[in-house]
């Protein structure tokens, strides 16, 4: 269900992580450099209302948490061991997804793109540098600071989804390891089975 909800907030938007081998000056940061929260409004094309997610950055762009609408869970992405942390609030359970093939991220950009530089902005009060994103299905624009934040980007992503999102707050403090970490409280489930796969109940960590 919190994956869900994050794959609809994120439409629009949705960016895979790459290593970075161009110059610095071909394209944005990927990445933030230092950690930094920030809330987004993320509106996908043809709802009628933006959604409110808000995300947290760790600063060496390994770590990721987004949370979803209305506190109904968090998705915490480790890109150091390929771990998408699924955890669902109402029932105080979490999922671990091995994603070995790697991890796609609504809120970070991708080589995989071409970037053309344009100008400068500022949104939710902050300074950002304006750039032309293309891909193979379209065309965005994202105003990305100098330290690796996308705080506002509209246009077709590179999956063909259209929409915006638009940073309203942000944050540059200290955030603490316990933040992409399941609450210590929270069971452990399987998730489910991939499909064509024999199908089960999912247990939890206390039946194993």
Not at 151 to 175: C, F, M
Request: aromatic fraction near 6%; proline fraction near 11%; glycine fraction near 10%.
């Amino acid at each position: 269900m919190a994956l869900a909800v994050l794959v609809a907030s994120g439409a629009g938007c949705g960016m895979a992580w790459a290593q970075d081998p161009s110059p610095p000056a071909a394209h944005p940061p990927l990445t933030p450099t230092r950690d930094v929260q920030v809330d987004y409004d993320v509106q996908p094309d043809g709802v009628p209302e933006p959604k409110k997610v808000r995300t947290w950055f760790a600063y060496n762009g390994g770590l990721m948490r987004i949370d979803s609408p209305q506190g109904m869970g968090e998705t915490i992405l480790n890109r150091m061991n390929r771990q998408v942390t699924i955890i669902i609030n109402p029932q105080k359970i979490y999922s671990q997804l091995d994603a070995r093939y790697g991890i796609r991220n609504p809120f970070l950009l991708d080589l995989s793109m071409s970037f053309s530089r344009k100008g400068t902005s500022s949104v939710a009060g902050v300074s950002c540098t304006e750039w032309d994103v293309r891909t193979d299905q379209g065309t965005a624009v994202a105003c990305v600071t100098d330290d690796g934040v996308i705080l506002r980007e509209i246009g077709v992503d590179g999956d063909g989804l259209k929409g915006r999102l638009e940073a309203t707050h942000v944050s540059y403090e200290p955030i603490a390891d316990s933040m992409f970490q399941p609450p210590a409280d929270y069971r452990r489930v399987d998730p489910p089975p991939p499909p064509g796969s024999p199908s089960g109940t999912p247990k939890t960590s206390e039946q194993k």
